[in-house]
């Protein structure tokens, strides 16, 4: 289990998982080698931002973040199929997140 922080106080644990990982055509990653990024859930509705290691000497840890923010690392990840899982983050997007506009060309 992997304790979770609100600022400096372990306020929970979750269980690892690094479901924002890409794959870069040679490894699982969240765009830093070595290095692995995950998104939970706490019972009380707050997310967790899960940071795992593979280099010696680090440990994996977890943070709170702001719906915002899981937004923002589930857009950066590239997996939005997430947003399934996590319905309230996908009205969230489709609320805060600008659209391509829809304008007419003229042919000529």
């Known amino acids: 289990m992997i304790p979770v922080y609100d600022g400096e106080e372990i306020i929970g644990e979750v269980e690892y998982n690094n479901n924002l990982d890409?794959?870069?055509g040679s490894n699982w990653t969240c765009g830093s080698v070595?290095?692995?990024k995950g998104l939970t859930q706490l019972q009380d509705g707050r997310y967790v931002l899960i940071h795992g290691t593979q280099w010696q000497g680090e440990r994996d840890s977890a943070v709170?973040?702001?719906a915002e923010e899981a937004v923002q690392e589930i857009l950066r990840s590239g997996n939005t199929e997430w947003?399934?899982?996590f319905p309230e983050l996908n009205k969230l997007r489709e609320k805060t997140i600008l659209r391509e506009g829809k304008s007419e060309v003229a042919a000529e």
Do not use: L, S, V
Request: charged share 25%.
């Open 64 to 66: 709170i973040i702001t």
């Open 83 to 85: 947003f399934e899982e």
């Open 22 to 24: 890409f794959w870069d």
């Open 34 to 36: 070595g290095h692995h």
